[in-house]
């Protein structure tokens, strides 16, 4: 199996997630200032819209968190109006926006579903120490990060 002419296994190996949602954008893997410039703009786009909370407290508490995110996800795109029509030229504005969302809102999906806060994001840390992080910290406890968990989710 390939992507985008790269052997799936090298990129397992050799790449991260970030480095493989850039080829799949692109086309091609990134250079270092490239790589670098993605994953900001990833960060940047993290967060999401503080109302979006309001729509978590419509579910019950016995919700499958998979139903929660896909409400979530759907209703981004109300937060994103000008992106209603979208040109070929917005897909990459698009593209990593769902890439820097759907791990802020999988986490708070499934904080919803134990009851505990939800965790903002925290740019210091790498795409994935970020989503583990929402995942399993809470506001009296910080997370330390496994790294064979997290090199397994990249």
């Known amino acids: 199996l390939r992507h985008r002419g790269y052997d799936i296994k090298d990129l397992a190996e050799k790449s991260d997630f970030l480095e493989v949602a850039y080829l799949l954008i ?24 503080e109302r979006l909370h309001y729509l978590f407290q419509t579910f019950c508490s016995s919700s499958h968190p998979m139903a929660i995110m896909l409400a979530a996800v759907g209703s981004l795109s109300a937060f994103y ?13 698009i593209a990593i926006r769902m890439i820097a969302k759907i791990p802020t809102i999988a986490a708070m999906s499934y904080k919803y579903s134990i009851g505990q806060p939800f965790i903002y994001p925290d740019n210091s840390l790498d795409f994935t120490e970020n989503f583990l992080d929402m995942m399993f910290a809470t506001p009296c406890t910080k997370y330390k990060v496994n790294p064979i968990i997290k090199n397994a989710l990249n």
């Open 26 to 49: 692109y086309g091609e893997l990134p250079s270092g200032e490239q790589y670098n410039n993605f994953t900001k703009q990833v960060a940047h786009h993290s967060l999401v819209n």
């Open 81 to 93: 109006p000008d992106l209603l029509n979208f040109k070929e030229a917005d897909y990459e504005l």
